[in-house]
C-alpha cells in the first residue's frame, strides 16, 4: 500500500455538464473548497458503500452515508450557513444524538445493560 502521506495526481475527463454541476455544488458547499477534496470524498464514499465497511477500507467505525430529503438536507444548510452547526455532518451527528441519547433512552439502554450483564458506556461528544 502507497505511504499515505504521498498523493499521486490523476486526471478524468468530465463533461460540461458534470463540471457546472461540480462546481455548483461547491460554491454551495461549506464541506469542500475544490474540486480535488470533493473528488476524494466522493471516490472514498462510493467505494465505501460499495463494499459495505469491509476490512481494509479507511472508513471509520462510526461513519455512515445517509440520504435525506431534500427539503431536510435544505434546512440543514440553512443551518449551517447561519452559523448554528460548523457544518452537515455536525448537524446530522447533533440531530442523532438528540433522538437516541435523549435522558430518558439512556436510562433505559443503561438498565437493559446491566439486566443482560453487558457493558454500555456514554462517550462524551460522540
Not at 499521486?8 to 473548497?33: K, V, Y
Not at 471509520?60 to 438536507?73: A, F
Amino acid at each position: 500500500m502507497a505511504d499515505p502521506l504521498e498523493s499521486e495526481r490523476i486526471t478524468i475527463r468530465l463533461d460540461a455538464d458534470d463540471l457546472t454541476m461540480i462546481d455548483e455544488f461547491i460554491s454551495d458547499s461549506n464541506e469542500f473548497s475544490n474540486r480535488s477534496q470533493l473528488a476524494r470524498a466522493a471516490v472514498r464514499a462510493y467505494i465505501e458503500m460499495r463494499v459495505g465497511g469491509k476490512e481494509g477500507t479507511n472508513a471509520k467505525p462510526n461513519e455512515i452515508l445517509v440520504q435525506i430529503p431534500s427539503l431536510v438536507l435544505d434546512t440543514v444548510k440553512q443551518l449551517v450557513a447561519e452559523g448554528v452547526y460548523s457544518s452537515i455532518s455536525e448537524a446530522v451527528a447533533d440531530a442523532a444524538r438528540h433522538e437516541f441519547l435523549h435522558k430518558e433512552h439512556v436510562e433505559v439502554l443503561k438498565k437493559d445493560a446491566n439486566q443482560q450483564g453487558t457493558g454500555f458506556k456514554i462517550v462524551p461528544g460522540a
